[in-house]
C-alpha cells in the first residue's frame, strides 16, 4: 500500500509540467497574434531578469503544443524580426500587439490555461 502511495505521489508531482524536449529540428510551441504586452518592473527586472509578459493567442495545429499562452520575456530569450527571408535582432520593445508571433518554450510549462512559460526565442513574424 505504501508503494502504491508513493508512487501515486511521484506521478503527481510530474503531473502539469512540461520540460524541454530536444528534437532534430527546433519546435515551434505557439504560433499567434499578441493580444497583451506588459513591461517588467525596474525590480522584476534586476531580481528576475525578468523585460516583461505577452499574451499569445492562436489555431491549435498539428505543428504547435498550444493555442494560448501568457508569455515570460527574460534577457536571456532570443528576438527575431522576419524581414523577407531575412532574421533581423529584435528587442523587447519589438514586441507590439497584435504582430504575428512564434515562439519556442524553454524551462517548465506551467499546464494552466493559458499555459504559462518562458520564451527561450520569439520571432516576429513580418508586419
Known amino acids: 500500500?505504501?508503494?502504491?502511495?508513493?508512487?501515486?505521489?511521484?506521478?503527481?508531482?510530474?503531473?502539469?509540467c512540461r520540460s524541454d524536449i530536444p528534437s532534430?529540428?527546433?519546435r515551434i510551441d505557439i504560433r499567434g497574434r499578441i493580444t497583451g504586452v506588459i513591461s517588467g518592473s525596474p525590480d522584476m527586472?534586476?531580481?528576475?531578469?525578468v523585460q516583461g509578459f505577452i499574451q499569445v493567442e492562436g489555431k491549435l495545429?498539428?505543428?504547435?503544443?498550444?493555442?494560448?499562452?501568457?508569455i515570460t520575456i527574460t534577457d536571456s530569450t532570443r528576438i527575431h524580426i522576419m524581414s523577407g527571408n531575412e532574421k533581423k535582432e529584435g528587442t523587447f520593445g519589438s514586441l507590439k500587439e497584435n504582430d504575428s508571433v512564434e515562439a519556442v518554450f524553454t524551462g517548465p510549462v506551467r499546464e494552466s490555461y493559458p499555459v504559462q512559460a518562458t520564451a527561450l526565442q520569439i520571432t516576429i513574424l513580418g508586419r
Open 1 to 16: 500500500m505504501k508503494i502504491l502511495l508513493i508512487a501515486i505521489i511521484i506521478a503527481a508531482l510530474f503531473t502539469g
Open 45 to 49: 527586472h534586476q531580481a528576475h531578469r
Open 61 to 70: 495545429t498539428e505543428d504547435v503544443q498550444y493555442d494560448k499562452a501568457a
Open 24 to 26: 532534430g529540428k527546433e
